[in-house]
């Protein structure tokens, strides 16, 4: 295999994070927040510096400690990051100070910043790549024209974007990986080719092979040594973190990899494998398209939501194609709507294209937020909670406000549609699909099927510019509450009715994959034990 060879795949869980970012640009446009406000919040540390000179070690652990102590003072979720990684972010700061000062070059230094931030292990906080940032740019439909407000703006302000221009031109966001994917079935990892045009076969591996060791570490031990690598998830029926859909990374193209596999028919399998180059691209999700499919003339529709696009010209163009669909099947008795590894996007993709044409009457919506410190939005003091929740123990010592998360969903356009709805999830549920996902299942507007999402549900994530690099970190400064008490970050939102891939279904998939059409939902069914499930459950 040529190692120059190139794979372009797609991390969901960084799309995620661009609705949420894009979604926080709001505070921008509202009358609420003065200039002065958003500028010595956002700004005022913000210098104009040549990148191209390299920042110095002192200019280096600056940005360090703002990043730092920022976190320290209205990061929500430290205690919850103890509890379900088992690390102590905020104990760490002699390590990341010492690395951060060991850095030889702005790459390095780079580098240093997202291995930290992406440390914290929730999906909002991580840091804006250049590729990110020009995305988020183009996606803004609302552009400010006003001259002062238009610096408050993080895509149009003239510092901001020289020093992404810096930090595009050097970034590579490229990685190196095994040429072999692995999906997380029912608590182990099968391992998978990457594309529809490889064959296991020609690595030595049966299909259905389970992973056993990564070198010399477990499978379950190589996940936590990923922890400042990528976002990872937590499987909460085995109590143990885990990756749904696992890369073995490589320091450099040259490095070996040995990896053992237990085969179908129990035996071990030793293979030692070099890495690819890997394009991470950013954008494919935003752009996969609605699967729509009649699963059961005259009783059975279903749809399938790939993300909830941000920008307000997608949300129009694909809701046109959801009403028509929904027209179509309007006095059918059942409706699957699929948001399983949907990351997110914005709210009001499902708001105005999903639930709006399917109700006939006004849905309210309430939920709690908290935070550390007071902000505009936040004007009750924790004691006014609702009394007797399973809250999070830090609550009582580390927060002092809460605000409501609520709103009405309003019908408009109601198709007539009067039948049961069914919503699929599972851990690539973020941001605004969780927000979709907590809603059907508090409102019990619809019933919750598979296995938890990932959480993500709370007002937009604030940010931070790092006042030399100019690099801007997202992070959630609050810290959303499911119904019960319970923190939505740490436990997402539970389904109504838990069902896993099983091993057997995802075994036989693999064997037939050379021979069906993967775009085709009615060739997948039988392959899919969730919607099989949901299939028994309308006969």
Not at 103 to 131: C, D, G, W
Not at 385 to 403: I, V
Not at 478 to 502: F, H, K, R, W
Not at 525 to 534: A, G, H, P
């Amino acid at each position: 295999m040529s190692k120059k060879r190139i794979i372009k795949i797609v991390l969901a869980v960084i799309i995620v994070m661009g609705a949420a970012f894009f979604l926080s640009s709001v505070i921008f446009y509202n009358p609420s927040y003065s200039y002065s406000e958003v500028y010595n919040k956002y700004y005022k540390n913000l210098k104009d510096i040549h990148l191209a000179k390299g920042l110095t070690t002192e200019q280096k652990l600056e940005d360090f400690e703002y990043l730092y102590n920022a976190l320290q003072k209205n990061y929500p979720f430290f205690e919850v990051g103890k509890r379900k990684t088992g690390v102590d972010w905020l104990s760490c700061k002699e390590e990341f100070e010492k690395r951060i000062r060991e850095t030889k070059n702005n790459i390095e230094f780079y580098n240093e910043i997202k291995r930290m931030v992406t440390l914290l292990q929730v999906a909002h906080a991580r840091l804006v790549s250049p590729e990110l940032f020009e995305m988020f740019k183009k996606a803004l439909d609302m552009p400010i024209t006003d001259g002062k407000m238009k610096e408050l703006d993080p895509f149009q302000n003239p510092i901001i974007i020289k020093d992404y221009e810096y930090w595009k031109q050097n970034i590579k966001e490229t990685t190196y990986i095994l040429p072999i994917a692995f999906s997380y079935i029912e608590g182990k990892y099968v391992a998978t080719p990457y594309n529809k045009n490889e064959l296991l076969e020609e690595y030595g591996i049966p299909e259905g092979s389970i992973l056993l060791k990564v070198n010399e570490l477990t499978a379950d031990e190589y996940v936590k040594s990923l922890m400042d690598k990528t976002f990872l998830n937590y499987d909460f029926k085995r109590n143990k973190i885990a990756k749904y859909k696992l890369y073995v990374f490589a320091d450099a193209l040259g490095d070996t990899i040995k990896l053992t596999f237990l085969s179908p028919k129990g035996e071990a399998i030793e293979k030692t494998l070099k890495p690819v180059e890997v394009v991470i691209n950013q954008g494919v999700l935003d752009k996969m398209p609605l699967v729509k499919s009649i699963l059961v003339k005259d009783k059975v529709a279903y749809l399938k939501i790939p993300s909830m696009k941000i920008s307000l010209k997608d949300i129009e163009e694909d809701g046109k194609e959801i009403y028509s669909f929904f027209k179509e099947i309007k006095n059918y008795p059942y409706l699957i709507i699929d948001i399983r590894g949907n990351g997110g996007g914005n709210l009001m993709y499902w708001v105005e294209n999903i639930v709006q044409p399917l109700i006939d009457k006004k849905i309210p919506y309430k939920a709690y937020t908290v935070v550390k410190n007071y902000d505009i939005k936040y004007t009750k003091t924790l004691d006014k909670l609702p009394k007797n929740r399973n809250y999070p123990p830090e609550l009582k010592d580390d927060f002092g406000y809460f605000a409501e998360i609520s709103y009405t969903v309003t019908p408009k356009n109601y198709v007539g549609f009067k039948g049961k709805i069914y919503l699929l999830t599972d851990a690539g549920v973020y941001s605004a699909a969780e927000s979709f996902a907590s809603f059907a299942k508090a409102t019990k507007w619809a019933t919750v099927v598979g296995t938890p999402t990932s959480g993500g549900l709370g007002f937009n994530p604030d940010y931070l510019i790092l006042p030399n690099s100019g690099l801007i970190v997202r992070y959630p400064n609050n810290m959303a509450l499911n119904p019960d008490g319970t923190a939505n970050e740490e436990v997402g939102t539970q389904p109504d009715i838990y069902v896993e891939d099983s091993y057997n279904d995802f075994v036989n998939y693999l064997r037939d994959r050379k021979n069906i059409d993967e775009n085709n939902i009615l060739d997948m069914v039988k392959y899919d034990t969730v919607l099989k499930k949901v299939l028994e459950m309308t006969r």
